[in-house]
């Protein structure tokens, strides 16, 4: 596939860009987009063949889960089997921020999002490009690194370009992201774990749920 890109202004971006990425996302498309930390591709976890587009693009194993972007609370609560207090305490104190929550995914979830799993992770991104896209679709969205599986993260459009090159259909670029990887946290089992530590550390994770 050709691969295109356009440049936006990651702070301010304009509508244009904003509705030509929803309507790559419809058309069941794989598109790449700025963040608060690092680059993401993005598209319709609904699809399933956009989800399979996902996996082939990364060359990332059927076991792994595909994060989801949400516009907040409400939206995640929609895709989550049932919502604990820890959930609220995270999601009120770290959101929008770079705080993965690993949750229990409903039936509304595909499967095959979950990685066969039923686990769902979920994040509200302080993106303002993400946001408005997200707001435009009125949908959660597939969001995973930018990146080929075990190969380095892309801080810019022009890297993630030259790595994903013919895999994605469009890449938006917004420059640099200068953020910290996202924290991601399981709150699935009686005891939360710490899965991978981002910009945001386990003390501060600890300190906010022993309030619970």
Request: charged content about 20%; some cysteine; hydrophobic content about 40%.
């Amino acid at each position: 596939m050709a691969t295109d890109l356009i440049e936006v202004d990651a702070e301010n971006p304009s509508s244009d860009a904003v509705e030509r990425a929803a309507a790559s996302v419809r058309r069941g498309e794989i598109i790449a987009i700025p963040t608060d930390a690092l680059y993401t591709l993005v598209a319709d976890p609904l699809n399933l063949h956009a989800v399979g587009r996902v996996f082939a693009a990364k060359g990332r194993e059927a076991h792994r889960s595909l994060p989801l972007l949400v516009t907040g609370i409400y939206m995640a609560e929609e895709l989550v089997k049932e919502v604990n207090n820890r959930f609220y305490l995270l999601a009120r104190h770290f959101w929008p921020g770079p705080l993965t929550i690993i949750v229990p995914g409903s039936a509304k979830v595909p499967l095959k999002v979950t990685g066969n799993t039923g686990r769902l992770a979920v994040r509200q991104s302080r993106s303002k490009f993400a946001n408005a896209l997200l707001e435009f679709l009125g949908q959660p969205l597939i969001s995973t690194s930018a990146n080929l599986s075990g190969k380095p993260t892309c801080h810019s459009g022009i890297e993630v370009f030259g790595q994903m090159d013919g895999r994605v259909d469009l890449v938006v670029d917004g420059g640099l992201c200068t953020g910290g990887g996202s924290t991601t946290v399981d709150i699935t089992e009686p005891y939360w774990r710490m899965i991978k530590e981002g910009a945001i550390t386990e003390k501060e994770i600890a300190e906010i749920l022993h309030r619970s």
